[in-house]
């Protein structure tokens, strides 16, 4: 027997959705259709294997559809929106799922901050912002992002656009900023902080990021399930 075997509604969603990795599949398609390898950059520590599968148990499920190479969740998948929110709520709010060291992950984190771009936000001209995470290995510490009001792309090695902007800092400071736990004022006085670059572009790049879905202010503007 594969599954809880009960007939609570809490087991019986579980033996859909509560397999390692799989809301967080989920998560990657509520702001609409994914490929294959944009999952994989979401989730940057799932095993390609892992996702195969996942996906494949949740299109027998009826909860994500395949079309044109991009997975989307069908009417059902939607509705688990909710859940996946109060989740991050709880995570938020609890020290029992508090942030540590093990949940940081730069590659994870660059790519949701190009999905999250305020594209309207952004300068005429294209900016380069480049990122270096003091506290990482050469593989994991160099990002730059290319940002205009017709594309964002995030790149892992140098293409050799001239450089806007330069952000060097510690990875768990930044992702404090990411997730609502720090204003940009207050990531820009931390000692191991630096941004170097156009001053102009410097007072306008809070503006450019949306930020974390679920930060803190989201989620307070969000009703409760």
């Not at 095993?47 to 996906?55: D, H, Q």
């Not at 902007?165 to 900023?177: D, G, K, M, Q, S």
Request: hydrophobic share 45%; charged share 25%; proline share 5%.
């Amino acid at each position: 027997m594969n599954g809880y075997g009960q007939f609570c509604a809490v087991a019986r969603a579980l033996d859909v959705v509560g397999e390692r990795w799989t809301l967080l599949i989920v998560r990657e398609m509520l702001s609409g259709p994914v490929t294959f390898g944009d999952i994989r950059r979401g989730i940057p520590r799932i095993p390609p294997a892992t996702l195969t599968s996942r996906l494949r148990s949740l299109r027998t499920a009826g909860i994500v559809d395949l079309s044109d190479r991009r997975y989307q969740l069908t009417e059902s998948g939607l509705t688990l929106a909710p859940v996946v929110r109060e989740l991050a709520r709880w995570a938020m709010t609890t020290e029992s799922a508090a942030l540590s060291d093990d949940d940081l992950d730069t590659a994870a984190l660059t790519w949701d901050m190009q999905r999250r771009v305020d594209v309207d936000a952004l300068p005429e001209r294209t900016v380069v912002l480049a990122f270096e995470f003091t506290d990482r290995s050469p593989a994991d510490r160099y990002f730059w992002l290319h940002l205009s009001k017709a594309d964002v792309n995030l790149c892992r090695e140098d293409t050799g656009a001239p450089v806007s902007l330069w952000l060097r800092a510690p990875t768990a400071e930044v992702t404090r900023w990411w997730l609502g736990d720090l204003t940009w004022s207050q990531l820009q006085k931390h000692p191991g902080v630096t941004v170097h670059g156009d001053r102009a572009l410097q007072r306008q790049i809070q503006r450019w990021f949306l930020r974390y879905a679920f930060n803190r202010s989201a989620l307070a503007r969000m009703p409760s399930a």
